[in-house]
């Protein structure tokens, strides 16, 4: 039985996906580097992921696909939750903005479209915004 059934509902189940996309995206190329591992180890405890579940989803056998959504506005939030989790600590590695733009891929934006959301959401997201933008983004 894969883990992910195991939550039928509710916020822990939606952690563990998101987890089990990262996990699959970081060994996409068919190898967990330890950079990837403990960028991987700080989503875990992010997500409130347990030692069983982190396990259980590292195994080389397990293959989750990524959950994607219909809409796009559910794309979006998916990816906007991501850089919250990223930006958590206020600092954002090489390693990680490489895994949000195989996320971005991943939820079904194209690979163009994936770098120029993610240039902006980084804008955002680290305060590197223009006085227009801000005020568009206060008055809407």
């Known amino acids: 039985m894969p883990i992910l059934d195991l939550y039928e509902h509710g916020e822990q189940r939606s952690n563990l996906a998101h987890f089990a996309t990262l996990a699959s995206l970081a060994a996409v190329d068919g190898v967990v580097n ?3 591992k403990a960028i991987l180890e700080k989503f875990a405890f992010q997500l409130n992921i347990t030692e069983k579940e982190y396990k259980e989803v590292m195994k080389k056998e ?3 696909p990524i959950e994607t959504p219909h809409s796009s506005e559910q794309r979006l939030k998916r990816l906007f939750d991501f850089f919250r989790m990223v930006f958590a600590d206020n600092q954002i590695e ?5 895994l ?7 939820l079904g934006y194209s690979p163009e479209g994936a770098k120029e959301l993610i240039k902006k959401s980084f804008d955002i997201f680290s305060g590197k915004i223009n006085f227009e933008a801000y005020q568009y983004l206060l008055d809407h």
């Open 100 to 106: 949000i733009e195989k996320y971005a891929i991943g």
């Open 34 to 36: 330890e950079k990837e």
């Open 62 to 64: 397990n293959k989750y």
């Open 94 to 98: 090489e390693e990680q903005m490489i």
